[in-house]
């Protein structure tokens, strides 16, 4: 019984009698964790259990008190007749509710969401970037220039739809980027981090920042005909 | 007779024997035991790496959601003692648990704070993961699953939000499922299939409770288990690559 790849050919016994072999391949590609040195183990009972029962004591203790503080809302029976200005899905859903008062219904509320979904799903299955190298250790100018076409693109796309909430954190988070650009001395931490950053961390970065704005902005900026109101007034 | 006394010789009886399979947990062996012997805690790693257990590697992000989980289940259970699925009833049985059922208040509380933890923590958990490249392989399958355990939080809390049959319920279950009919071929199709008609009414609200109470409290069990599991059987958690890169 044999196994062609293109790579390597290996021959796997399948005689289940005989002592089992273990072959390890590597394939191109993949991260092999290479151990500079061993870890220290601890066995998981009793160091992990107890550590896991102190976490589920604290957290009923804290669930307890927030539950005696704090009363679940309780609004007038259900009627079909009477709207409320504005209807607010629950909060985790208020970030696309935020987007559906920008775009279609079908490009916010089905092709956007269907897309981060798919990506969350499907990214680690390239091996992109596998070592984190950061953006701009190889190819800087090229990159520059990409990130400033494809960022500006964005920008006159979320323009033309006056989506201000999306706007604005992607001009910070791009903003960020060209600071971790220049080639500035390092005598903060926060720069220094920022220009150690591979891409994946920046797209997520940016993404966290856009979902994190529309949710507040939903929840806590948003009165009646989702029009813009101040949480203090 | 001190404590350990009376504990070793509960030990060292029959039932405790037969139960346990296994003498008191002071060799590495017996610790071992401990935990692949247990159909549960099997699930877990016999040894884990001492950085994993760092609270600064994980915040506990994963153990929080799941406790969250069983503190909803079982108050969950014991809402469901007081709760009927039909209108207006359901409303009363809010009433009844503010003002008769011993405790209702509490109960309901905690159901709710729990619900909003598990949703913060869950999307924490992924985020956390995600920066501490914990995605990578040979995880990639892991991480899929995680994010499948997400789509199933928000959507046992989602379904949760409609049962008290108020307005808040009733009208972001409306905004919600609006949105569902502009999916492309089949989206009024898919909202009658949710809803079990064209409008949020009581067909809606027994299909809600039956998804919350049954369909996907199982469905996400069944995928923590797989969770957990592949955890051990990808070799352990992701651990000191980040810290290591910052020091660089």
């Known amino acids: ?233 | 007779m001190t404590t350990e006394a009376i504990l070793n010789r509960l030990r060292a009886t029959r039932a405790w024997r037969s139960i346990f399979r296994r003498g008191p947990a002071r060799t590495n062996r017996t610790r071992s035991l401990a935990i692949f012997g247990n159909v549960f805690l099997h699930l877990l790693p016999v040894k884990v790496r001492e950085q994993s257990l760092r609270v600064r590697a994980t915040y506990y992000l994963g153990t929080i959601s799941f406790f969250m989980f069983v503190v909803l289940t079982l108050t969950g259970i014991l809402l469901m003692f007081y709760y009927h699925p039909a209108v207006p009833q359901a409303y009363l049985d809010m009433k009844d648990l503010r003002f008769v059922v011993s405790n209702g208040v509490f109960l309901r509380n905690m159901h709710r704070v729990a619900a909003h933890i598990m949703v913060i923590a869950v999307f924490w958990h992924m985020f956390h993961v995600f920066y501490r490249g914990g995605y990578r392989p040979p995880h990639e399958f892991n991480w899929a699953i995680g994010v499948v355990l997400l789509l199933l939080t928000l959507l046992l809390s989602y379904t949760g939000y409609l049962l008290p049959w108020d307005q808040l319920a009733f009208w972001a279950i409306t905004v919600g499922t609006n949105i569902l009919s502009s999916a492309p071929i089949a989206g009024p199709q898919l909202r009658y299939l949710l809803l079990g008609g064209n409008v949020v009414d009581e067909n809606a609200l027994l299909r809600f409770y039956v998804l919350h109470c049954v369909i996907l409290p199982l469905l996400a069990a069944l995928l923590i288990g797989v969770h957990f599991w592949r955890i051990r059987k990808d070799g352990g958690l992701t651990v000191g690559e980040s810290n290591e890169r910052d020091k660089q």
């Open chain 1, 1 to 233: 019984m044999s196994e062609t790849n293109n790579k390597f050919e290996a021959g796997i016994e399948s005689n289940a009698l005989q002592a089992p072999q273990r072959v390890v391949f590597i394939t191109p590609k993949t991260s092999a964790q290479v151990k500079e040195k061993a870890d220290r183990q601890l066995m998981s009972y009793p160091h992990l259990m107890l550590r896991e029962l102190i976490a589920f004591e604290v957290l009923t203790g804290v669930l307890v008190i927030v539950a005696l503080v704090w009363d679940a809302p309780l609004e007038q029976l259900a009627n079909p007749l009477l709207t409320p200005n504005p209807a607010k899905a629950p909060w985790y859903f208020l970030g696309l509710q935020e987007l559906l008062h920008y775009f279609p219904p079908l490009v916010a509320g089905i092709i956007i969401p269907g897309l981060v979904v798919l990506a969350l799903v499907v990214i680690p299955y390239f091996n992109v970037n596998i070592k984190g190298e950061p953006l701009w250790a190889a190819d800087r100018s090229r990159r520059f220039l990409i990130l400033i076409v494809s960022v500006g693109l964005l920008l006159i796309f979320l323009g033309l739809y006056r989506a201000w909430t999306v706007l604005v954190p992607t001009v910070a988070i791009a903003g960020l980027t060209i600071v971790s650009f220049l080639r500035l001395k390092r005598p903060y931490r926060l720069i220094t981090f920022l220009q150690t950053r591979p891409l994946s961390w920046w797209v997520m970065t940016w993404f966290i920042a856009v979902a994190l704005t529309l949710t507040v902005v939903g929840t806590f900026f948003r009165g009646p005909g989702w029009s813009w109101v101040w949480p203090w007034r």
